[in-house]
Every structure is written in C-alpha cells, then in structure tokens.
C-alpha cells in the first residue's frame, strides 16, 4: 500500500522524500505542502517507492531534467531506460554483436515516446574495446501529451542514455548525455546534425533528420572495425559515411571493392543495413577523420576529459580540501604510471594538471543540491590521439585502476560523449 503525506512547508528542508521501495506494508511518500500543485513533484517520490533511481546526468545526480525522477518541475514522462526496465515502453530494436556487423550503418525512423510505446533503439556495445560498458538508449521526445511543457533543450532533440541496469530493483541510474551550453551539471538532446563518437564503445551515432511534426528521428549508427580494414573490403571502417575509395583515407588505393556482405540475421531483425543518405546542404557530413599516424602528432590529437565524481553522503571528512589533497593526489599518480606503461609523456599529455595545480586536478567543484554540496567532481584534461587513447582507457578501465584510483562502481556508472564540435568528454558519474 502507498500512502502519500503531505508535511506542513515551513519546517520541511526538502520538497519530496520516500522510501526506495517498500518497508513491509507500506511504501511511503511524503511531500511538502508547497508542492500540492506540482504534479511531478508527487511523480517522482512516488517514483521512488517504484524503485525508480535518479536520472542522472554525467557529472550531476540529478541532471537529467527531461525525467520527472529529477530536476524537471515541468510535467514530464520518464526516459528511456526507466521506463523500459518498468515495462511501459518497449525497445524498437536491440542490438549487440550477435546481429550487429562492423562497417556497416544500421537506420532507423524512432517514434517520439509519446506517440508509440515502442519508442527506443537499445545498442549494448559487447564488441567494445572496454569490457562491461553500459547500454546505450536512443529516443525522441516531442511537446505533447505529459510531455507538452518538456523543456527546449529536449525538445525535438536526440536524446541518448547510458545505463548498466538489468532490472528495477537494482538502484542503478541513468545518465543523460549531451550537456546544456554552460552548464557543468545538466544533460541536454543531441540537434539534427549531431554525429557522437563513441571511441571506447567503437560506435558512431547520426541524428540525420527530424520528420515534419517531429513525429519520429532519423537516426543511423555504426561499429567501427577493430582494425583498419582495407580499400577493398565494401565497409565504412572509420564510419565516416565514405566506403573504400569513396574515403580519403584510400587515397591511391586502386583495388577495386568487394560486394558487401549481408547483414547477420537480427533478433530483432535490424532494418537493411545502409550507408547513410547522402547529405544535402541542411545535413552536411562530417569532415573525414584520417587515421593517426604512428607515434604523437599534434593534428591528431584530441582532449580527453576525464570527470570523476566523489560523493560525500554520509563521509564527513570529504570536502574540498581532503579531494585536492588525497583524491587528486592518487588519481594522478594512477594516471601518471597508466601514461608511463604506454610510453608516453606524462608531462605531454596532462598539460594542465601537475602536483601544484589542485593535486593534480585541473578542475575540482562542489555539485550542490537545494544549497547542500552532495558531491564534488574532479577532471583531468588528456592530450592523446585515437590510436594512444584505446590502450591508455583500456587500462584505466580495468579493476586494478579503479581500486587504485578510489573510484567506485567506476565500471556501472562510465559513459563517454562526443558533440559534432570535435571535443571529446569521458565523464564518470
């Protein structure tokens, strides 16, 4: 039985709390009497009494403001992997290596979640270079239904979600990728254009189109191959959208290009495995990423960031001082040996963190929440090229980097992004 409590507002310092869950009979909610009127207020601490967790955002717990189970106060309807592990919408397609192939663009038309139940692409990367990534989720929402007030920043927009749940119960978060201009905390949709690249996850992501009314996206996406491939091998390698000797990177190849094989039989079957359209002049392509040659070059380089988040419930002697003076310190030092093992220059690479610059931190901030600090993020800026970033992540990925590094369900709770500005983010929740 769930009952829910209205409590009087001047002594109340929260507006919603709840059991996860139930304890015994009942599975309480209580609400501040300010927030009567506030229908998503009472959704989401109802929420928790469903075992819904937040909706979490990359560096904030509360980010994903798209899902009544955080920082929205507008109406709204839950994400994708909430409301999947609830089993209110269900998954347009799934896919993993079984029924995925590399090189080859898989398209797909997904319903905005208010016009279909089956509303979400679910892509569970086990090809990656890393083991034990996330799932990725791909929906759209549009201003209808609940969803009618939805902010702008989600609004039309790709929306993209990790999450390593397998079942409601679990506690585990989503996160929402993407972040809104400016801000260090929320997540935002991805507009037509956008290609993110997964680099760990070795898969690239189109939002090609919107239809008109919004009613569905036009989303592609594509494994990268494990190696390099050939000119003549009928796949899109890099997944840049340009096949053997259509790709400047085959400059000067001239054998000519085998058929493409078929696509492995799908369950559920994948849509006929296709290139993307050809752009027009509203959805130009992106600009072809050639290879990084052997060793450092600077033109291939990119800037990585690594965002850490500690949190602090329940730890009095977390604050600012002890991450700069412990936590930055350690984390460093791994990153440091990590370097060193690749044969790469620490002081190349971590060009703005050094012992003297936060402990090693180039950025270190307090993630508060209603004016109580919750947890503090920490990043590192890393300067490597795609060829030097696979060993260097695959690495700091592994068991014995997150025990060093005193990060927790570091593996859970990873996710990577990357706008169609180039930069490149690797954010832990």
């Given at each position: 039985?769930?009952?829910?409590v209205?409590?009087?507002s001047?002594?109340?310092?929260?507006?919603?709390?709840?059991?996860?869950?139930?304890?015994?009979?009942?599975?309480d909610?209580?609400?501040?009497?300010?927030?009567l009127?506030?229908l998503?207020?009472?959704?989401?601490?109802?929420g928790h009494?469903l075992?819904f967790p937040?909706?979490?955002?990359?560096?904030?717990?509360?980010?994903d403001?798209?899902c009544?189970?955080?920082c929205?106060?507008?109406?709204?309807?839950?994400?994708a992997?909430?409301?999947?592990?609830?089993?209110?919408?269900?998954?347009l397609?799934?896919?993993?290596?079984?029924?995925?192939?590399?090189?080859?663009?898989?398209r797909?038309?997904?319903p905005a979640a208010?016009?279909s139940d089956?509303?979400?692409v679910?892509i569970?990367?086990?090809w990656?270079?890393?083991?034990?990534?996330?799932?990725?989720?791909?929906?759209?929402k549009?201003?209808?239904?609940y969803?009618?007030?939805?902010d702008?920043?989600?609004?039309?927009?790709?929306?993209?979600?990790?999450?390593?749940?397998?079942?409601?119960?679990?506690?585990?978060?989503p996160f929402?990728?993407?972040?809104?201009p400016g801000?260090?905390?929320?997540?935002?949709?991805?507009n037509?254009?956008?290609?993110?690249?997964?680099t760990?996850?070795?898969?690239?992501?189109?939002?090609?189109?919107?239809?008109?009314g919004?009613t569905?996206?036009?989303?592609s996406?594509c494994e990268?191959?494990?190696?390099?491939?050939t000119?003549?091998?009928?796949l899109?390698?890099d997944?840049?959208?340009l096949?053997d000797?259509a790709?400047?990177?085959?400059?000067?190849?001239?054998?000519?290009?085998?058929?493409?094989?078929?696509?492995?039989?799908?369950?559920?079957?994948?849509?006929s495995?296709?290139?993307p359209?050809?752009p027009?002049?509203?959805?130009?392509?992106p600009?072809?990423?050639?290879?990084?040659?052997?060793?450092?070059s600077?033109?291939?380089?990119l800037?990585?960031?690594?965002?850490v988040?500690?949190?602090?419930?329940?730890?009095?002697?977390l604050?600012m001082?002890?991450v700069e003076?412990?936590l930055?310190?350690?984390?460093?030092?791994?990153?440091?040996?990590v370097?060193?093992d690749?044969?790469?220059?620490?002081?190349?690479?971590?060009?703005?963190?050094?012992?003297?610059?936060?402990?090693?931190c180039?950025v270190?901030?307090?993630?508060?929440?209603?004016?109580?600090?919750?947890?503090?993020?920490?990043?590192?800026?890393?300067?490597?090229?795609?060829?030097?970033?696979?060993p260097?992540?695959s690495t700091?990925?592994?068991?014995?980097?997150i025990?060093?590094g005193?990060i927790?369900?570091?593996?859970?709770?990873?996710?990577?992004f990357?706008t169609?500005?180039?930069?490149?983010?690797?954010?832990?929740?």
């Amino acid at each position: 039985m769930r009952r829910l409590v209205f409590a009087p507002s001047p002594i109340c310092p929260w507006l919603g709390i709840a059991s996860f869950g139930c304890r015994g009979e009942f599975c309480d909610a209580w609400v501040r009497y300010d927030q009567l009127k506030r229908l998503n207020t009472i959704f989401h601490e109802l929420g928790h009494t469903l075992q819904f967790p937040h909706s979490s955002s990359a560096t904030w717990e509360y980010g994903d403001c798209s899902c009544p189970i955080w920082c929205t106060s507008e109406r709204a309807c839950l994400n994708a992997p909430q409301a999947i592990n609830a089993g209110w919408y269900k998954e347009l397609a799934i896919h993993t290596s079984a029924n995925t192939s590399p090189g080859v663009w898989y398209r797909y038309f997904i319903p905005a979640a208010e016009l279909s139940d089956t509303n979400t692409v679910k892509i569970s990367p086990d090809w990656a270079y890393v083991a034990g990534l996330p799932s990725y989720y791909l929906s759209l929402k549009t201003n209808c239904g609940y969803n009618a007030n939805i902010d702008s920043f989600f609004k039309d927009k790709l929306s993209m979600h990790t999450s390593s749940s397998v079942s409601q119960s679990d506690g585990i978060p989503p996160f929402y990728l993407g972040m809104i201009p400016g801000s260090s905390n929320a997540g935002a949709g991805f507009n037509v254009g956008s290609v993110i690249k997964e680099t760990a996850a070795r898969l690239v992501i189109r939002f090609n189109a919107l239809s008109p009314g919004a009613t569905s996206a036009d989303v592609s996406f594509c494994e990268e191959t494990p190696a390099s491939g050939t000119c003549s091998d009928g796949l899109d390698n890099d997944c840049n959208g340009l096949i053997d000797t259509a790709d400047p990177a085959c400059a000067g190849a001239v054998t000519p290009s085998s058929p493409r094989p078929p696509p492995p039989v799908a369950s559920p079957p994948p849509p006929s495995a296709s290139p993307p359209p050809p752009p027009t002049a509203s959805l130009p392509p992106p600009s072809p990423l050639p290879p990084p040659p052997a060793g450092s070059s600077t033109s291939s380089q990119l800037t990585y960031q690594l965002w850490v988040s500690a949190i602090i419930a329940g730890n009095t002697k977390l604050n600012m001082a002890s991450v700069e003076g412990t936590l930055c310190p350690s984390l460093y030092n791994l990153i440091s040996s990590v370097l060193l093992d690749n044969g790469l220059s620490v002081n190349a690479v971590l060009t703005q963190s050094n012992p003297l610059n936060k402990g090693g931190c180039s950025v270190v901030s307090a993630l508060p929440a209603s004016g109580t600090v919750l947890r503090y993020a920490y990043k590192f800026l890393l300067n490597l090229t795609l060829q030097q970033w696979a060993p260097v992540s695959s690495t700091l990925y592994s068991q014995r980097a997150i025990s060093a590094g005193h990060i927790i369900n570091f593996v859970a709770t990873v996710s990577l992004f990357v706008t169609n500005t180039g930069s490149k983010a690797i954010p832990f929740g």
